[in-house]
């Protein structure tokens, strides 16, 4: 007879989390999450969704070494915390330097309810997972509407480090609660668009962790691991899917610190606006490197732009994640809405999200640092505005 595991009376979330994962107690994982949202709603910072997965120092030193040397003298508890995936190395595209990335407690959470045997043997077929995923994320997102949630942002911006000489609004008080400011629009002067004026140019549509890949089957070589990743499953557009067939691929990640707008890489008119209902799995790396189909599960937006000029069309896909509340669309929320390059489309609210770009087969040649660095699977650090290619 088994007996009841005894309910947590007490929640420490690193300690909780680890002892559930070592005994593979789903159970106890579920309760996780929703105790680290809870906490986040009772005010508690340390507690709650932020909660770093491990206790590393924020900052790697960032050594003044390149290249074989520099990427094999890793600390040994930075390596050790990123083989436990309590993180992630990501390089800084001006030194390329890599850069440790720490894990919130909810992505790690989530991660593990995903990875779990249990889940794909068992759950496979039911919504448990999927009713468990949007119940926190909506939850999550009403907690951060609720004017006390600003009590939360000065120690979000002390955690992350978070430069607000930045930002439109850079008085903390006068953010109304806490989607509001981890919605905070950008000084246009602190994200130039490269060459604006030059519709060669691709830049990032977003502050965020990059990959770039010529083609589909690089993308799932190399960084895409979904089983059923296609043009087809990704749009629920064939016709789209179709004319998109063998295009180059940009993957844009968002962090909970980044700046949560997103914005056109080239310039375009919108044709065609969607919305595809899905559940909030986590787009940390350590899953989407995974048989798992995150991008193609996840509740996403998907955009169709043309730039009549030069005969040009490609697609923005932008996708929810764990503990993201919406996807809200701003100057491309119709279609014949116009949108020059680096001009905003949308925002996310709160958690980490992707946008991912799709663009015509033969038309796109990727920047030589990013592709090199996508190529050995590792992300590069790249703020919107950044060329990151051209088109052909």
């Keep these: 007879m088994t007996v009841p595991e005894e309910p947590d009376t007490t929640f420490e979330p690193n300690q909780c989390v680890e002892k559930h994962i070592d005994s593979k107690n789903h159970d106890g994982l579920m309760r996780a999450l929703t105790m680290t949202v809870e906490e986040s709603g009772?005010?508690?910072?340390?507690?709650?969704?932020?909660?770093?997965?491990?206790?590393?120092?924020?900052?790697?030193?960032?050594?003044?070494?390149?290249?074989?040397?520099?990427?094999?003298?890793?600390?040994?508890?930075?390596?050790?915390?990123?083989?436990?995936?309590?993180?992630?190395f990501v390089v800084l595209r001006?030194?390329?330097?890599?850069?440790?990335?720490?894990?919130?407690?909810?992505?790690?959470?989530?991660?593990?309810?995903?990875?779990?045997?249990?889940?794909?043997?068992?759950?496979?077929?039911?919504s448990v997972m999927h009713r468990l995923?949007?119940?926190?994320?909506?939850?999550?997102?009403?907690?951060?509407?609720?004017?006390?949630?600003?009590?939360?942002?000065?120690?979000?911006?002390?955690?992350?480090?978070?430069?607000?000489?930045?930002?439109?609004?850079?008085?903390?008080?006068?953010?109304?609660?806490?989607?509001a400011f981890f919605t905070r629009a950008i000084l246009p002067e602190a994200r130039p668009i490269h060459e604006p004026h030059d519709p060669d140019v691709i830049v990032s549509a977003a502050d965020c962790r990059l990959n770039v890949f010529s083609n589909i089957d690089q993308a799932t070589e190399y960084w895409i691991k979904g089983k059923n990743f296609t043009l087809a499953n990704l749009f629920q557009d064939e016709a789209l899917a179709k004319s998109l067939d063998g295009g180059s691929i940009a993957v844009f990640r968002l962090a909970p610190q980044d700046y949560h707008r997103f914005h056109a890489p080239a310039r375009g008119s919108v044709q065609s606006i969607s919305n595809i209902d899905g559940t909030y799995f986590t787009v940390n790396p350590c899953t989407v490197r995974e048989e798992l189909d995150v991008f193609t599960e996840n509740h996403r937006q998907v955009l169709t732009l043309t730039d009549p000029e030069n005969d040009r069309s490609f697609a923005i896909v932008a996708v929810g994640a764990l503990l993201v509340g919406s996807i809200q669309l701003t100057n491309a929320s119709k279609e014949g809405d116009s949108v020059d390059k680096g001009e905003e489309v949308g925002y996310f609210q709160y958690g980490g999200s992707t946008v991912?770009?799709?663009?015509?087969?033969?038309?796109?040649?990727?920047?030589?640092?990013?592709?090199?660095?996508?190529?050995?699977?590792?992300?590069?650090?790249?703020?919107m505005g950044e060329r990151i290619g051209t088109f052909i």
């Design 42 to 88: 009772n005010g508690n910072f340390s507690y709650g969704i932020h909660t770093p997965s491990a206790r590393a120092p924020k900052h790697w030193y960032r050594r003044k070494l390149s290249g074989w040397v520099h990427r094999h003298l890793i600390p040994d508890h930075f390596q050790l915390a990123v083989e436990k995936k309590y993180g992630v």
């Design 356 to 383: 991912i770009c799709v663009f015509p087969k033969d038309t796109v040649k990727w920047d030589d640092d990013v592709a090199k660095n996508s190529a050995a699977s590792l992300e590069t650090l790249v703020r």
């Design 133 to 179: 995923f949007l119940h926190e994320s909506l939850k999550q997102g009403t907690y951060f509407t609720d004017p006390k949630s600003a009590s939360q942002i000065p120690s979000f911006v002390d955690h992350y480090s978070i430069d607000m000489s930045q930002y439109a609004i850079q008085d903390l008080a006068a953010y109304d609660n806490f989607n």
């Design 94 to 126: 001006d030194t390329q330097e890599l850069h440790y990335e720490e894990m919130p407690i909810y992505t790690r959470i989530g991660m593990h309810l995903l990875f779990a045997g249990h889940y794909r043997e068992k759950l496979v077929d039911t």
